[in-house]
């Protein structure tokens, strides 16, 4: 099985929508995805991502089923970084603040910081994780300790159309990986592809391998540059360039 997962286009978070350097890349998008076989389509409620997916499922005709559990995992929390009563995006703390803490690269004791105590977080984890794990048994793929049992193996490929900090989290679940390494040494730009495949290398016994992650070639074949939108400042002397 490959599930491909396609971050929005460049977003105007205040409207929920795209800027129009998104709607371009959205555009562009839409050739690369009118040339996939696709089983099926996913897209999460927000509407940067629908606006995202809108081009490419018109220009070929199909819909997309919404999923709740694949909307950006937007769990706030009082980082350190931040004045006392001001919450910050929980997958996005300053590297000295969180490399500072070694449980954060251990799969299991990641969310046993003090400040991922407040149950919203560990309850939103299980509720996306628990759908997660449905949708693949449902498609014949089971866990089975840290690998999963093909009880129904296909070569079927599922699109979903989502945000950076819930695909991180899905593919920490099936690298058996924390994800702050991932929601902080990755980089997803807008209308990026990201591919993991099953490899059954022997009978009924499947891992996962990401073969394609964060890529825009759809936007290089065609002249754009990757928006910066996903990245902060290469160097602090760079006005330029995000800092926050």
Not at 133 to 150: D, V
Request: hydrophobic fraction near 40%; glycine fraction near 6%.
């Amino acid at each position: 099985m490959k599930l491909v997962f396609i971050r929005h286009g460049e977003p105007d978070y205040e409207k929920d929508s795209l800027t129009e350097t998104g709607f371009k890349e959205a555009a562009l998008l839409a050739d690369r995805v009118a040339g996939m076989e696709v089983k099926d389509f996913f897209v999460s409620p927000l509407g940067r991502a629908k606006d995202t997916a809108a081009p490419a499922l018109e220009r070929i005709g199909r819909s997309a089923t919404e999923l709740d559990w694949i909307r950006e995992f937007d769990v706030f929390i009082n980082r350190p970084d931040k004045a006392p009563g001001e919450a910050g995006m929980a997958w996005d703390w300053l590297p000295a603040d969180w490399m500072a803490y070694p449980d954060f690269y251990d799969k299991d004791k990641w969310m046993l910081h003090p400040l991922f105590e407040d149950k919203k977080l560990k309850e939103r984890y299980e509720y996306v994780i628990g759908s997660f794990e449905e949708f693949l048994n449902t498609h014949g793929y089971s866990r089975n300790g840290l690998y999963y049992t093909a009880e129904n193996a296909s070569n079927d490929t599922y699109v979903f159309f989502s945000h950076f900090g819930c695909t991180t989290l899905l593919l920490s679940r099936l690298l058996n990986v924390s994800p702050m390494i991932l929601w902080h040494g990755m980089c997803m730009a807008p209308t990026s592809v990201t591919t993991i495949v099953t490899e059954e290398r022997k009978k009924g016994i499947a891992q996962w391998r990401c073969i394609e992650y964060g890529d825009t070639s759809h936007l290089y074949a065609s002249g754009m540059k990757p928006s910066f939108a996903a990245r902060f400042c290469e160097c602090f002397d760079n006005e330029n360039e995000r800092h926050g």
